[in-house]
C-alpha cells in the first residue's frame, strides 16, 4: 500500500495559511449541489443555460443562484477514471476557485456505495479487517493531503456513503440479526473511526460526517450501536427522495413530515448537528401517483417538485441543528447519462433539477435561494 510521505505532510502544512477563501461563513446554512458528474458530462458537450439561454459555465451558473456549498464523490479506482481522485480534485479546485464550501464523500469503493453495494475496492480484495483499516486510514489521508497540497480546506467530509447496513462488505457488512455476535459492528465503527481519526489528522477542524439513507426513517438503534462499538462522527448525515412513493409506501407529505420529527430528535438525542446530504425531486415525463406509473407534462412535474421541495426547506431552515441541504447532481438534464451506464442497462437519472432547455428548475431555484 502506498504510503503518505513525510515530506508530502510536511508540504502540505506550510500551505495551511494559504487556503482559498469562501463566501459564506463556516458553519452557516449549506445551500449545496452533488456536482460529480459534472466533468463528464462537459466532456460530453453538455450545455448549461441561464434564463436567457446563453451558454454557462455550471458551478459559476449555480453560484449566481445562490449556491454556497458543492459536495463531490470520490472512488478509489474506477475504470472510466470519473470521480476518482483526480477528477474530484479539478472539480474541487474549480469549486474552492469559486468560492464555494466543499463536503468530500469518500465512498471507499471503485463504485458507487450505496445501501445495497459496498463493494470492497478490487486493489483491496485480499486484506483481512486490520488491512483494511490501514488502507481506510491511507487513502483518507491521500485524498484529504491531496486537497491540502492545492490550498483547499473541505469543511466537511464524509467516512463512506449510506452505511445503514455496514460497508467494505463482507468484512464490514452488518448482519442484524445476530447482533453484533461475529463482530459485524466492531468492525464497521472500526472504519469509522479510523476514517475519522486520519481525516482529523489531515484537517483538525474538519467536519466528520456518517451518512445513512431515507431520512423519513427514525434509525436512533443505529447511532447508540455505533456509540456502543466506538464509532465515530461529529454530524449525522441523512438522504431525502420524498417523492419515491414506491420505495417508501408514503406520500410525500408523509415523509417530509417523518423527515423533520426524525431530524429534531437525532438532534436531541444525540446532541449533534445533521446535514441532509442528499435530496433529489421527480424532473422525468412521468412520476408514480397512487403506486401507479404517471405520464406528466414537464410544467406539472416542476411544479408539484418545487411545491415538495418549498415544503421540506422549510421545515429543515426552523431547526437550529440542521446544517443544510445539498442537492444530489442537480445538473442532470435531457436523459443524461454516464458512461458506465450503458452496458449496464440503466436509464438516465430522473431526479435532476435543470429543465429540459438546461436551465435550472423552480424547485432547484427554491433550495438556493432560501433564507436561513
Known amino acids: 500500500m502506498k504510503r503518505i510521505s513525510l515530506f508530502c505532510i510536511a508540504v502540505s502544512m506550510l500551505l495551511t495559511s494559504c487556503y482559498y477563501r469562501t463566501d459564506s461563513p463556516r458553519g452557516s446554512w449549506a445551500k449545496g449541489c452533488d456536482i460529480s458528474w459534472l466533468s463528464e ?35 478509489v479506482n474506477h475504470a472510466t477514471g470519473w470521480s476518482n481522485k483526480e477528477d474530484m480534485l479539478s472539480l474541487a479546485e474549480r469549486a474552492a476557485k469559486a468560492r464555494m464550501r466543499l463536503m468530500i464523500d469518500i465512498h471507499y469503493s471503485d463504485f458507487f456505495a450505496d445501501p445495497q453495494h459496498q463493494t470492497i475496492p478490487a486493489a483491496w480484495q485480499d486484506y483481512d479487517y486490520e ?48 447482533n453484533n455476535a461475529n463482530g459485524c459492528w466492531d468492525r464497521y465503527a472500526g472504519f469509522t473511526r479510523v476514517g475519522y481519526e486520519a481525516a ?50 408514503k406520500t410525500w407529505p408523509e415523509m417530509n413530515d417523518l423527515a423533520e420529527t426524525n431530524v429534531r430528535q437525532l438532534i436531541n438525542e ?85 429543465t429540459p432547455e438546461g436551465r435550472p428548475s423552480k424547485a432547484l431555484k427554491t433550495l438556493l435561494s432560501s433564507q436561513q
Open 131 to 178: 488491512t483494511l483499516c490501514e488502507a481506510v486510514r491511507e487513502h483518507t489521508l491521500d485524498v484529504l493531503y491531496a486537497l491540502k497540497e492545492k490550498g483547499i480546506q473541505p469543511e466537511w467530509v464524509q467516512i463512506g456513503n449510506e452505511t445503514p447496513n455496514g460497508m467494505l462488505w463482507p468484512v464490514g457488512q452488518l448482519i442484524y440479526e445476530d
Open 41 to 75: 458530462m462537459e466532456n460530453d458537450s453538455v450545455l448549461f443555460r441561464d434564463e436567457h439561454g446563453e451558454a454557462k459555465e455550471c458551478i459559476s451558473l449555480l453560484r449566481e443562484y445562490g449556491m454556497n456549498a458543492v459536495r463531490l464523490r470520490v472512488w
Open 270 to 354: 444525540f446532541h449533534c448537528p445533521v446535514m441532509i446530504c442528499e435530496v433529489g425531486m421527480m424532473n422525468g415525463e412521468g412520476m408514480i401517483v397512487n403506486g401507479e406509473w404517471t405520464k406528466q407534462e414537464y410544467s406539472a412535474i416542476e411544479e408539484l417538485s418545487n411545491t415538495v421541495m418549498t415544503d421540506f426547506v422549510e421545515r429543515m431552515e426552523k431547526i437550529d441543528s440542521c446544517m443544510g441541504i445539498f442537492y444530489w447532481e442537480p445538473e442532470v438534464y435531457g436523459g443524461w447519462r454516464p458512461a458506465e451506464y450503458i452496458p449496464l442497462g440503466w436509464g438516465g437519472y430522473d431526479m435532476g433539477s435543470f
Open 200 to 249: 482529523k489528522e489531515a484537517f483538525p477542524d474538519i467536519n466528520v460526517i456518517v451518512h445513512v439513507d431515507n431520512a423519513y426513517m427514525y434509525r436512533d438503534w443505529f447511532w447508540r450501536a455505533m456509540q456502543e462499538h466506538g464509532g465515530k462522527w461529529d454530524i449525522i448525515g441523512l438522504s431525502h427522495y420524498p417523492m419515491m412513493e414506491a420505495w417508501s409506501g
